[in-house]
């Protein structure tokens, strides 16, 4: 049996994108992500979506500039994966303020963990 967790849509002011405008003042970006966790993980044993929460908030609160939501996605990939518990990921990155015609504009990208400490 496969278990998937999953942070939907947390939305938290970043400084990101390679406009002046997107350098000057943040803006809201939305994180959805799917965590594929591992198999055969120990009676007791879980993978919490809390650090990966905590994480982004941090990284948020440090106003450091990103350019590409492509670079935010690999970076949480990056962190979410430094876990062999976690199979894999999809994480989705969306801007919500871009285009008034559209409810958001990002990437969703797919990632294995080729770490994992999958059973199967």
């Known amino acids: 049996m496969s278990m998937t967790i999953r942070i939907d849509r ?3 002011p970043m400084s990101i994108g390679i406009l002046d405008f997107e350098r000057e003042t943040p803006q809201t970006v939305v994180v959805s992500i799917d965590i594929a966790v591992a198999d055969g993980l120990a009676a007791g044993e879980f993978v919490s979506y ?10 948020s609160d440090s106003g450091r500039h990103i350019d590409l939501v492509e670079e935010l996605a690999e970076e949480i990939f990056a962190f979410l994966f430094a876990d062999a518990r976690i199979a894999g990921a999809g ?21 294995i963990n080729t770490t994992s400490r999958t059973t199967s």
């Open 91 to 111: 994480v989705t990155v969306m801007k919500p303020d871009i285009f008034a015609q559209a409810a958001g504009v990002g990437v969703t990208i797919e990632r």
């Open 10 to 12: 947390l939305a938290l």
């Open 50 to 59: 809390a650090p990966v929460v905590e994480h982004l908030i941090a990284l």
